[in-house]
């Protein structure tokens, strides 16, 4: 059995250690480590990285957008069809070993599987097929009472988010126990996307060393009554579960206060790289909605967790105006500058700027030509513009306290009353084998990442 809690580091656990009693109880008896998440530590791909053992980029994924190749500005979503190497349920399933998976993303629309795979967050909000078999919707809807896979979460009424949340997350668990309980499965998983919701939402009211920390003794209670309620359920379920069932607790990836907005557009355009007919008219402006003069534009970005930064190449774009001669030397001036950036502060922005090829095995799909990290990912990357700065407090995107951080959960169970012990810190790309070691299978050789000691 796998639990899965989104955006969940070791340091939050140890933060809600109070409101845990359960999910502490099953660290102390786990092979427990901190798990280093995949580049860059989004959702979108590292669920897919720990049940394939693949890098993000042999995968194809590098987040929840993507650009279209040979276009400017049409971008596309993730979906259960987008990752080029198979997972560890497909694996199962061929074998005849039986599943249930609930909410792993990238899981819309769900994929066949001998058994049950119930979509993700990502799931459209008239969708009606968001369970495979598709004859599992009606019933499904019935045990969880109403939707389950979300709650809109940068808007400005957090109340309302709290209220969404937590009756998202007893739907979701009424699923799961239902679920559990009707045989004998070989492999289950859940998918917990409440954590990484209520860190969005609610950082910057539970910590008063946030950079924007706001006193309100209600909102600030948010994060513990969740952290309170899901162990609740999780402890509720694991009375169910027989004794001798292994039990993994994993993250994608943690999380940690967000500091701000780096507009890496507006920085763009003001160094002459990125060229405009006109003026923005609005802040928070995007590029598909502005007049970009293309032909004269060297270098446009995206925004995120991370930036993508693509070069305006001749005859791979359809305006290309860097030949790919100067390529090269058109990087290095780059991270030259961008290393120069500071904070408003005045300390150096710390910039991460590297290729995909420099990280991953293999590059499919539709990647960016650049990657960029923002003072160890505590900066978002802003891709709108009309600012007039480089740097805003908020979200470009919406309200939001936190951003990702690498320092994911890695928690392995055997049995009931097993004696726990804590590991040096493990990949992400090492769970993958190490679940594949677990069911006797052969470890695919996109999966080169040495298993983890279980023993």
Not at 97 to 121: E, H, K, L
Not at 181 to 197: K, L, S, T
Request: aromatic content about 10%; some cysteine; hydrophobic content about 35%.
């Amino acid at each position: 059995m796998v639990i899965g809690l989104d955006s969940v580091s070791p340091e939050l656990l140890e933060r809600f250690r109070a409101e845990t009693p359960r999910i502490q109880e099953l660290l102390r008896q786990s092979t427990r480590t901190t798990l280093r998440s995949c580049d860059p530590p989004i959702t979108v791909p590292a669920w897919a990285v720990m049940f394939s053992g693949a890098d993000p980029g042999t995968l194809g994924l590098y987040g929840f957008r993507h650009r279209r190749a040979g276009s400017y500005d049409r971008m596309y979503i993730p979906t259960s069809a987008t990752p080029r190497r198979p997972m560890l349920w497909d694996a199962l399933s061929r074998v005849g070993r039986r599943v249930a998976v609930i909410g792993m993303p990238p899981g819309y629309p769900p994929p066949a599987v001998n058994g049950v795979y119930i979509s993700d967050f990502l799931t459209p909000d008239t969708a009606g097929d968001w369970a495979s078999p598709t004859s599992e919707v009606a019933g499904l809807s019935q045990v969880a009472g109403g939707p389950f896979f979300d709650v809109p979460f940068r808007v400005d009424n957090r109340r309302e988010v709290a209220a969404h949340l937590m009756e998202m997350t007893r739907r979701r668990w009424r699923v799961v126990r239902h679920l559990w309980d009707r045989e004998p499965w070989d492999f289950f998983a859940i998918h917990e996307i409440g954590p990484d919701r209520v860190h969005h939402a609610f950082w910057k009211y539970f910590d008063r060393d946030h950079p924007r920390h706001v006193t309100d003794p209600e909102l600030e209670r948010v994060a513990a009554d969740f952290y309170r309620l899901l162990d609740s359920e999780v402890g509720t379920f694991l009375d169910r579960v027989g004794p001798d069932v292994p039990i993994l607790v994993a993250s994608d990836h943690g999380s940690q206060a967000m500091e701000g907005c780096f507009c890496l557009n507006e920085w763009l355009i003001d160094q002459g790289y990125l060229r405009l007919k006109r003026p923005a008219t609005r802040a928070g402006q995007s590029l598909e909605e502005s007049e970009v003069d293309w032909p004269r534009t060297k270098v446009w970005g995206a925004g995120g967790y991370y930036a993508r930064i693509f070069l305006n190449l001749k005859g791979r774009e359809p305006e290309g105006s860097v030949r790919e001669s100067e390529a090269s030397d058109l990087i290095d001036r780059l991270r030259r500058e961008l290393e120069a950036v500071r904070r408003p502060s005045g300390e150096p922005l710390g910039v991460q700027l590297f290729s995909p090829a420099q990280v991953y095995r293999s590059v499919e799909g539709d990647p960016p030509d650049l990657m960029a990290y923002f003072a160890d990912l505590r900066w978002r990357s802003a891709g709108t513009i009309g600012h007039g700065a480089w740097f805003t407090t908020e979200n470009d995107t919406g309200p939001d306290d936190a951003v990702h951080s690498f320092s994911g959960v890695f928690a392995y169970r055997p049995r009931a009353g097993s004696v726990g012990r804590q590991i040096p810190t493990q990949s992400i790309l090492s769970v993958g084998p190490s679940l594949y070691r677990h069911f006797g299978l052969p470890i695919p050789d996109f999966a080169r990442s040495p298993a983890i000691d279980l023993s």
